[in-house]
């Protein structure tokens, strides 16, 4: 049986005529009449009362046709679906970042995604950097959002966009009130820092304090930049942040910007090779948008770097 069988049925019954049908499928009647015929054998029973002048369903026929639409009606949705899908429309978009990633543009790309796309649910996965890079290979996720990724052969790297490095000080610190301030400036501070076994941006913002010319003295390691500010209110130490981070308002805590050559804190987008339709529109999307956080009158996003 196929599915023009189905069809070929309904419009007979539809039009409780063989002369309509055909003409309404633009076929002849004969070949219509045939495959009505070939129907009724593989189902094993008449489906029409056939008179010289109308067609009648049986009732074995009207319970058939019931199922029959029902069918075709199935066939059409699954259609439009895959089509929606291949298309990139519908479908589901997993992402996987870090918190302080969350705190920049991100969440304004993913809401003009949505606005674009409405029929693709997003995901959000926080976890570590490594733990991305993993649920990437096994396609747990479709997109990962990191500030230094490793170079690895089976995915795609592009930089989503570029942040500075600032310095976050306890407000009545020394530089608290200076314009900008030399990475080497801050040789004999203590340091809260992110945890550098868990952290290629960490193990980076460490290799800068040695070019700088000094090793830092860390007292303390975090998960997350955000923790960092924590401790930076507690006294614990100052902290190297990306700009993102200065967007979070603390007591006790000021952010001043690094002299420049500064270190970057540039977020990449990660992705498989040859990415599906969703992905591919997420990545059109980021790519077409300027993404701009305002807050606070400060712009986060420097430039744009797909």
């Not at 639409?69 to 291949?86: C, D, P, Y």
């Not at 490095?165 to 040789?187: F, K, Q």
Request: proline content about 6%; aromatic content about 6%.
């Amino acid at each position: 049986m196929e599915l023009r069988h189905l069809r070929y049925f309904v419009a007979v019954a539809d039009a409780a005529s063989f002369t309509a049908a055909a003409r309404g499928l633009n076929i002849s009647q004969p070949p219509l009449s045939q495959q009505i015929r070939d129907l009724e054998a593989e189902v094993g029973t008449r489906l029409f009362e056939r008179s010289s002048r109308n067609v009648e369903l049986t009732e074995a026929g009207a319970n058939f046709l019931e199922h029959a639409r029902m069918i075709l009606g199935q066939v059409e949705h699954a259609t439009h679906q895959a089509r929606a899908i291949g298309s990139g429309q519908v479908g589901t978009l997993n992402i996987a970042t870090t918190g302080s990633v969350l705190l920049g543009p991100l969440s304004n790309l993913i809401a003009r995604f949505r606005d674009a796309w409405p029929g693709v649910f997003v995901r959000i996965h926080e976890m570590d950097p490594e733990a991305q890079e993993a649920a990437l290979l096994s396609h747990r996720t479709d997109l990962s959002f990191v500030r230094k990724p490793r170079n690895h052969p089976h995915l795609v790297a592009h930089v989503a966009w570029q942040e500075k490095v600032d310095v976050a000080l306890p407000e009545h610190h020394r530089l608290a009130n200076s314009g900008t301030i030399e990475l080497g400036d801050l040789r004999q501070e203590s340091f809260v820092f992110l945890r550098l076994a868990d952290s290629r941006f960490a193990r980076y913002l460490h290799d800068c304090c040695v070019t700088a010319g000094f090793v830092p003295d860390i007292t303390n390691e975090v998960v997350e930049s955000y923790s960092l500010t924590s401790l930076v209110a507690a006294g614990l130490g100052v902290a190297l942040v990306p700009d993102c981070i200065s967007t979070l308002s603390r007591p006790g805590v000021v952010y001043r910007p690094l002299a420049d050559p500064a270190p970057e804190a540039d977020v990449h987008v990660i992705s498989r090779p040859n990415p599906g339709p969703v992905v591919s529109a997420f990545l059109e999307t980021a790519q077409s948008t300027a993404v701009n956080l305002d807050s606070g009158g400060k712009n986060i996003v420097k430039r744009r770097c797909f």
